[in-house]
């Protein structure tokens, strides 16, 4: 049995590399070339080409033929074009940017996903409304044509925000940097409550492995793919302080004004909850998460302080100037609180509606 991973070499690639190898397949990677991991073994082959365009993959696969194809990397609907006649099974990843409020929130109403969100609510319907967007969304469709077209039998995953491992931009890091260089506080948008699908590599790759194992089940399908365990912003800082002995005290500000968690959120400029529904790859392929989330972050931290990302002038310039509006808006917050807890007030205890009489016959401690 032959296979080709389209990438590889990510955060998901090599798991999906070994799981494959594990299964008796023999394993070749295609992508341009200019990243290689230990974790890919000698074995596999490396094939150098450009998955962004069709002429150079085509040219590449022709003459060959895959038992099947899992397409992590490039431009997913020429990559849905070009295999047609090379595989006869055809996994494809995708993301959350096809979904409408994905990133422009306003556009739903209420405002905001729905929570948690399936695989059938609304996507972008058009380039005007979300460019980016609606690439995503057409090349679902493309994909899904294909199989019913009967091209091939094509899954097609929405992977969440991917942490581990060989991330190119890690998330993490923003807050673990902000330890290494000695802060006392980090400013949360709202507290920190929002909650974001994320992902372990070495758990998304099981995710697509058992969409090959269940074929039957997964041909024609599009999967919300992520951890069955999700934490809020503020949990997901907690643990990565924890793993490093630290503590970052949390400054709530509101999300809109939250400048220096740009980098926390992935660039998101409000809070608004984006949780996939996991149901479907749960029930019907049975994915549960091979490596705990807790552990699985904590993991991911400790790799990072084993290898550090690679930070450009420009990057450290802009987290001095994060960190100067960050000492700012910690003093604020402060003063503001103070204000708000000196303002007269009255703090009920909860009491539930119902009677809880100690004795038959009479009325509870309350009267009722």
């Known amino acids: 049995m032959k296979a080709l991973v389209i990438g590889g070499t990510g955060p998901t690639g090599p798991f999906i590399v070994q799981g494959l190898l594990r299964r008796g397949y023999q394993v070749a990677v295609l992508n341009r070339g200019k990243h290689d991991t230990p974790e890919i073994p000698d074995e596999v082959e490396r094939i150098v080409s450009d998955p962004h365009f069709r ?12 038992d099947v194809i899992v ?3 490039g431009r997913i609907r020429h990559v849905a074009e070009v295999v047609a006649g090379h595989t006869d099974r055809l996994i494809t990843i995708g993301g959350s940017p096809g979904m409408r409020g994905s990133r422009q929130p306003e556009r739903l109403f209420p405002v905001g996903w729905q929570t948690p969100l399936p695989e059938t609510a609304p996507r972008v319907e058009s380039s005007q409304e979300f460019h980016f967007g609606y690439m995503a969304r057409i090349t679902e469709d493309a994909v899904m044509a294909r199989h ?28 673990m940097r902000r330890i290494l260089d000695g802060r006392k506080h980090i400013v949360l948008p709202d507290g920190g409550l929002t909650l974001l699908t994320r992902g372990y590599g070495e758990n ?3 995710a697509v492995l058992l969409a090959l194992d269940r074929s039957d089940v997964a ?3 599009i999967y919300n793919a ?5 934490l809020t912003l503020a949990q997901w800082v907690e643990v990565i302080t924890q793993t490093m002995g630290a503590t970052l005290e949390p400054i709530n500000v509101p999300g809109p004004l939250a400048f220096p968690a740009r980098d926390l959120m992935l660039n998101r400029r409000n809070s608004h909850h984006q949780l996939f529904d ?13 490596v705990p989330p ?63 009489p100690r004795r038959q016959g009479e009325a509870d401690h309350r009267g009722r």
Do not use: N
């Open 55 to 66: 002429e150079p993959l085509a040219e590449s696969l022709a003459g060959r033929r895959f």
């Open 71 to 73: 397409a992590t990397y």
């Open 148 to 175: 019913d077209a009967g091209d091939y039998v094509a899954t097609h995953l929405r992977y969440p925000i991917i942490y581990g491992p060989r991330q190119l931009r890690p998330a993490e890091w923003a807050v």
């Open 204 to 206: 998304m790759a099981e």
């Open 219 to 221: 041909g024609g399908r």
């Open 226 to 230: 992520g951890d069955c365990h999700q």
């Open 278 to 290: 996991t149901h479907r790859i749960r029930a019907e392929l049975g994915y549960t998460d091979k």
């Open 294 to 356: 807790l552990e699985a972050l904590a993991a991911t931290v400790r790799a990072y302080l084993d290898a550090p990302p690679v930070e450009t002038e420009e990057m450290k310039a802009q987290r001095a100037i994060h960190y100067r509006t960050e000492d700012q808006m910690a003093a604020i917050c402060r003063d503001a609180h103070a204000r708000l807890a000196a303002v007269e007030h009255i703090d009920p205890e909860y009491e539930h509606p119902y009677a809880h």
